[in-house]
Structures are given as C-alpha cells and as structure tokens.
C-alpha cells in the first residue's frame, strides 16, 4: 500500500501570510490522484484540492494551490493570506487508481496567529 | 443530497459489548471506506469497499472488527467484543470509483468504550 508522510506536526503562520504545508508519498502506481482535507475542531472532513498524477499544471482552489512535484514525490499545500478561519488539522491523501484504495498522511495542525 | 450519514453520532459502551456502526454512502457511490481516527494513530484506512464488494481489509484490527454491505446504500463496522482501546472517532466515507474523484465524508462515530 502507498505511503504518505507529512512531516510538519505543526505550523504556525501569521495571518494574511502565505504558509506551505509538506506532503510526500511513496508509490509504484503510475496513476494516483492526490488530495488535501482540512479538519476544523468541529471534526469533519472538508475536502480542499485535488492533482491527478498526469496533470501538467499544478491544482489551484481560491486561495488554496498544489505544489505537484512529481519527480520528487511531493504535494505540497500552499494557502495564501491565511486567515483564523484557517487553522485546522490539514490532511494530505492519495487515492491509487488501480483498486481506488485511498490513505492519509498523520497530518499538519496549522494554528494562524493574529 | 444528504451527504453521507453515520450513526450513531455517540456511543458510549462497556468494555465486552458489541457495537455496530451504520453508514449510508451518498447515492450514486460506488466506493465506500471505513476509517479510524486516533491521536496516536492518526486516520487509519480501516477496509474498503468497491461495488459492495470488500477489497482491502488488511487495516482491520484483529477478528474482533467485521464490516459488512449488503447493498450500495447501506454498510455495516461490527466490534465483538469492544475494548477500551477501540475508543476512536470511525469516519465512513464514498466516493464513486474513478478519477478526479475526491471522497465525501461521513461527520463520525466518536466511540468510547469504558
């Protein structure tokens, strides 16, 4: 089964500030797609963005992008001009096309500062 | 549509009880996943689903876990018999099979057993 790893237990970032938050994955899949879900303190799940393994152009959502480095294995989450509203647990994930099965890294708690 | 619906929301149980944990995927899905949510251990793909079919249950923790789905609106996460350390929040979440295709999450079970 793949692997995801983000290595960032926690972040902090000023708020309007831009913060990027890490994510790599192992996998000998040759298509994945490659999601990011934000977690408030309330609990659900909130699905942010999404990159297929074959896009040329990195994802972008509002003020949410995807660093996609395939290469590198990478997926880094870049949210511009944070706001409060942003701190949460984020959780990157990647799904293998092949039989659908679909995990999470440990996750990433942003806090943003006033 | 209502997204998909978990039940209990709760449960609170002693220790050698069994629960059942009930999920009703989005209409339409074809792919349903239990997962479990821990502070140690993050979110753990617990068993998967394709066509209500069961393709991964490595993730199940020991016999004492089964998972059913008898048709594509309904599946089922047993735990007989409970123990304290099963206490967890249980996310099902569906998706349907296929690319571009982010998975939507259930709001949770939060489990205690005492």
């Known amino acids: 089964a793949q692997k995801i790893t983000q290595t960032q237990p926690g972040m902090f970032v000023q708020e309007k500030e831009a913060v990027t938050l890490d994510c790599t994955y192992d996998?000998?899949?040759?298509?994945?797609?490659l999601f990011w879900y934000k977690q408030p303190s309330s609990g659900e799940m909130i699905f942010l963005i999404y990159?297929?393994?074959?896009?040329?152009q990195n994802a972008t959502e509002g003020r949410y992008s995807l660093n996609f480095q395939k290469a590198r294995k990478s997926a880094n989450l870049v949210i511009s001009a944070s706001q409060l509203g942003d701190s949460a647990m984020y959780f990157c994930?990647?799904?293998?096309?092949?039989?659908?099965?679909?995990?999470f890294g440990a996750g990433t708690r942003l806090t943003v500062k006033p | 549509d209502a997204g998909v619906i978990q039940s209990p929301r709760h449960e609170v149980t002693e220790m050698g009880q069994e629960v059942t944990l009930r999920c009703k995927p989005i209409?339409?899905?074809?792919?349903l996943f239990w997962y479990r949510q821990t502070m140690m251990r993050g979110l753990e793909l617990l068993i998967y689903?394709?066509?209500?079919?069961?393709?991964?249950d490595s993730g199940m923790p020991e016999d004492r876990f089964s998972a059913k789905m008898p048709n594509a609106s309904f599946s089922t996460l047993k735990i007989q018999p409970s123990e304290p350390r099963d206490s967890a929040v249980y996310f099902c979440?569906?998706?349907?099979?296929?690319?571009?295709?982010?998975?939507?999450f259930g709001q949770g079970t939060r489990l205690t057993v005492v």
């Open positions: 979440a569906s998706s349907l099979v296929g690319r571009r295709t982010e998975a939507f």
């Open positions: 996998t000998s899949d040759q298509s994945y797609g």
């Open positions: 990159q297929g393994s074959y896009d040329e």
């Open positions: 994930a990647m799904r293998a096309y092949n039989n659908n099965d679909m995990r």
């Open positions: 209409s339409g899905h074809n792919s």
């Open positions: 689903f394709n066509n209500n079919v069961p393709i991964d």
